[in-house]
Every structure is written in C-alpha cells, then in structure tokens.
C-alpha cells in the first residue's frame, strides 16, 4: 500500500485525462484514456466504466492496473489493484453524477494504490515515490 | 500487421505526449508519456529512448506494447512488436535529434503495428480498426 502526497493528488484531479493500462495474464498491455476519475482517499482512486471492454475483461482476470497522468513536465504513474463494484454507494453515487454527464453507467473500478513512480522526464524518470 | 490511415498518422504526430505500455511477462502493466515519437510508415513507430527504466526492462522480456493518444474526443490505442535498435541509421538519427533538444539517447525502440483500436468515449470505444 502507498499513499499519495497532496500535490499526486491533486494533479490527478487536475488533468481532464489520465491513462489507464491493463494486460492480459499472459503480457499484452492495453492501454486506454479515463476521464471520469475521483479521489477516494490518499490510498484509493476510482474509476467509471462506462464504454470498457477489452480493460474489463483484463481486470477480470488480472487487477492489476497502472494509471498514469502527467502536466507539462510533471507526471506520475500509480501502480494498484482493483476491484469492481457495480451495487453499493460508490457506485450509486458515481452512477448519478456520469448520468448527469450523459453517459451510461455500468460499475466502478476501486483502485488500491499498491506503488507511486514520478515519470517526469529526465535522469530521475521511473523513480519510486511512495 | 496494421495500417495507419492518414487520420492516425496525423494524430500520433500531433499530439506532444502518447503514452506507452508494455507489461512484465506475467501481467503487471506499466505506462510512460512519451514525446521523442516518430512515424517511419504505416506500419511502423519509433520511439527514443532517453529516460526508460521499467519499459526498457519490460520489453527486453515481452516485446508486446500499447501506444496510446487522443485529443479531444479522438483517440487511438496502437498495439505491436518492438524491436531496440541502439544501432544503424535510424538510431543515428534520431540521436542527433534528440540532442539537439538537449536529452540523453540511449536507443530507440522500433514498434511494427499489429493492430489498431478506437478509443474515443461512446458506445463504439475499443473498436478494432485495423
């Protein structure tokens, strides 16, 4: 378990857009853009699924995730795992505020944050924070 | 093998950042924003290494990767092969380019597309295109 600092935090509330990769058990990554993404805690991101297909079923069958956003030359990628939830509160709430969006509603993805690495550019790229 | 249309192509070499992932051999994802990116056909990305730590460690292990940009409500998710050249001409130039903006080259990576997939939001997002 890692926590993030305020300015990680912040950032990922900041940027319209962060990138969610997932893989196959066997190795192949897939990588796609969220931007219906909330702060849960220091410890815990959530994700809507909305349109996920091919990141649904490689959560299913691997949770492991990788999020990463970056601004200018400041970036961070959160390695975590994940559960889904599509009942309970979580997923009522974020359900009514991606409905008021337009969009469909079909679970949450709950992002433990197992690691933090900065992805900045430079020497001190991949460096883990937390 | 994939092929880019114009469409692609042009995004992927107008956005400033993609990102990139690749996997460890049992499924753990990473992902970097990228911005040293060229395209060498329709069939064919490079990358500049400057600051890879984990995805150069991945890909000597699992060359599979995910390359993906958006802009505004379009986006694409290129998967391929990747070869590292550190090397020839290619790596030749894309040195003497990349110092000239003042980083580090350490090789490139050449990523042959296998496949191409839509990732814009709606219904149709993960669409195989090619």
New interface residues.
Partial sequence: MAEMTEKIRNLFEQVP?A?L?????????????V?AKKVIDNETLLISN??????LENIKA?P?????F?EGKE?Y?I?GTTTIETEGPRFEETCAWIKEKG??CKGVLIIKIDEI?G?S???G??RKLA
Avoid: E, M, R
């Avoid at 990769?21 to 853009?33: E, Q």
């Avoid at 909305?50 to 990141?55: E, G």
């Fill in positions: 857009i990138s990769s997932t893989a196959t058990t066997d190795g192949i990554p897939n990588s796609v853009p931007g909305q349109y996920f297909n091919k990141t691997n492991k995730v990788a999020v990463t970056w970036g990628q390695k969009h469909t690495f992805v550019p430079g020497p790229a991949g």
